[in-house]
């Protein structure tokens, strides 16, 4: 199947720091999504992008679509210790269609870790 | 609250013994998911359903088996438990609209198999 490259593993920031991860995959996609799962939680959605180039922010977070379609990243400003957790980038293929309908490939998760 | 209820949050099997992950839904949502979180492996899909009654494999299913006879419900089977099954269990939930307005997650199954 369709492999995501998500980088960096882990990440040990001080609070206030901004922060960068990206996701990579040799094949294209359509949509690409972000999550992020809290300590002992399952993942929530935090952005989601349609088309290549598009930057789309949600408060201090801001994901772009590649110019590609084969890469997205997620960057975080002025991080608190709120932010800790796992990130996972998910990608959903041209020929998914509407639905990800099983075809949506995640990530292997960048684990955040802030200091106070 | 309206979401994906997964139970049990924990269990400890022994090897060989058998168990059933219920996951339950109240957003009325067609498609319902089973992953296995492993650490630096991220989420891999075990098994699908997009409708009551209908079942797929995903990338993982071995081991495992599933079934969907009322929409709300999702059960993941395993029927004989091994070490390498040890991992947290994500049932997750989508509406027709797609993964943007409904892929809804649960909280987690923690299984240990000794």
């Known amino acids: 199947g369709q492999q995501l490259n998500q980088s960096p593993q882990s990440m040990f920031i001080q609070e206030g720091e901004d922060v960068s991860m990206n996701c990579t995959s040799s094949?294209?996609?359509?949509?690409w999504l972000w999550y992020k799962q809290d300590p002992g939680e399952g993942p929530v959605l935090l952005i989601a992008l349609y088309k290549a180039g598009e930057l789309t922010s949600n408060g201090r977070l801001t994901a772009q679509f590649g110019i590609t379609r084969k890469d997205s990243f997620l960057n975080i400003s002025a991080s608190i210790p709120s932010d800790v957790g796992i990130y996972f980038c998910?990608?959903?293929?041209?020929?998914?269609?509407?639905?990800?309908?099983?075809?949506?490939?995640f990530g292997q998760g960048t684990i955040l870790t802030v200091h106070p | 609250n309206a979401g994906v209820t997964q139970t049990p949050k924990f269990r400890v099997l022994k090897t060989g013994q058998s168990m059933t992950l219920l996951c339950a839904q109240d957003?009325?949502?067609?498609?319902m998911y089973w992953y296995r979180q492993d650490p630096g492996m991220g989420l891999r899909l075990i098994h699908y359903?997009?409708?009551?009654?209908?079942?797929a494999k995903g990338e993982v299913p071995d081991g495992y088996n599933v079934s969907r006879l009322k929409k709300q419900n999702f059960l993941l089977g395993l029927e004989s438990a091994a070490p390498s099954q040890t991992s947290v269990y994500f049932c997750?939930?989508?509406?027709?609209?797609?993964?943007?307005?409904?892929?809804?997650f649960g909280s987690g199954t923690r299984l240990t198999v000794v």
């Open positions: 094949s294209i996609f359509n949509t």
């Open positions: 957003m009325n949502h067609e498609y």
């Open positions: 997750a939930s989508e509406s027709l609209g797609g993964p943007t307005y409904g892929y809804t």
């Open positions: 998910a990608g959903l293929p041209p020929w998914a269609g509407g639905t990800s309908y099983g075809k949506l490939t």
């Open positions: 359903s997009v409708g009551e009654g209908t079942t």
